[in-house]
């Protein structure tokens, strides 16, 4: 099972902000990532956080961390169709071993 | 340039049986990773190689699984005695070193089904 703890489902509207939750245990994590990964693909990373960084911004990707309640979130702004997939939060232990969440599998409507 | 490759990117074995699956990471890349995800779930570490050592082989189920990587390059993950519940996609990945924010670099792959 996984420390890493994501919401399973999200569903938005093309054009959208869509915003998706991670919860994590390790404190001492000196890195958190979010990897995409979309049918019959690797995982992609797509962004991280150095735990002493309240927010990350990336064009449409904004990445907020609170650290004080170990919650991290991922904003995708202006949602497309291309961005349909598996969302996964993950944290490094060790720094080199990732725990990964379950995955949040974001659908984007028309 | 080439990402990373492994190969076969599906195997079908039965179960008892002995396979092999294989990694090829980046060129120049010194750290090694291997993970297991299991339908509907993240990928789970298993084993994670600093040039051609083990540095961490904590992630293994157990001892029928094995992983090595002679020349510091191409690693190979062994399973023997393959049993229902190892089908999963194994995934490799690589970074130029190791340490906070050397980012790993997955590879596609390997769904492997034992019947």
């Known amino acids: 099972g996984e420390d890493v703890e994501q919401s399973l489902f999200l569903s938005v509207r093309e054009g959208d902000s869509s915003v998706i939750n991670c919860t994590y245990t390790?404190?001492?994590?000196?890195?958190l990532y979010w990897y995409k990964q979309e049918p019959g693909a690797g995982l992609q990373l797509l962004t991280y956080?150095?735990?002493?960084?309240d927010m990350k911004q990336d064009q449409r990707l904004t990445v907020l961390l609170n650290k004080k309640d170990k919650h991290l979130s991922l904003r995708i702004a202006d949602t497309q169709t291309g961005d349909s997939a598996i969302y996964f939060c993950?944290?490094?232990?060790?720094?080199?071993?990732?725990?990964f969440g379950a995955g949040t599998t974001v659908t984007v409507r028309a | 340039g080439a990402g990373v490759s492994q190969t076969p990117s599906n195997k079908v074995t039965e179960k008892g049986k002995y396979v092999e699956l294989r990694c090829d990471p980046i060129?120049?890349?010194?750290?090694l990773y291997w993970y297991r995800q299991s339908l509907g779930q993240g990928p789970e570490f298993l084993i994670y190689?600093?040039?051609?050592?083990?540095?961490?082989d904590s992630g293994l189920p157990n001892d029928r699984f094995f992983a090595v990587r002679p020349e510091g390059s191409v690693s190979t993950l062994k399973i023997q005695r393959t049993e229902r519940g190892d089908s999963a996609v194994y995934l490799c990945?690589?970074?130029?070193?190791?340490?906070?924010?050397?980012?790993?670099?997955f590879g596609p792959g390997t769904r492997l089904t034992v019947l």
């Open positions: 956080i150095f735990s002493n960084m």
């Open positions: 390790d404190s001492s994590s000196t890195y």
């Open positions: 990945a690589s970074s130029l070193a190791s340490g906070g924010g050397d980012t790993q670099y």
């Open positions: 060129s120049g890349h010194t750290a």
């Open positions: 993950a944290e490094s232990m060790n720094d080199y071993k990732l725990s």
């Open positions: 190689f600093q040039g051609t050592g083990a540095a961490d």
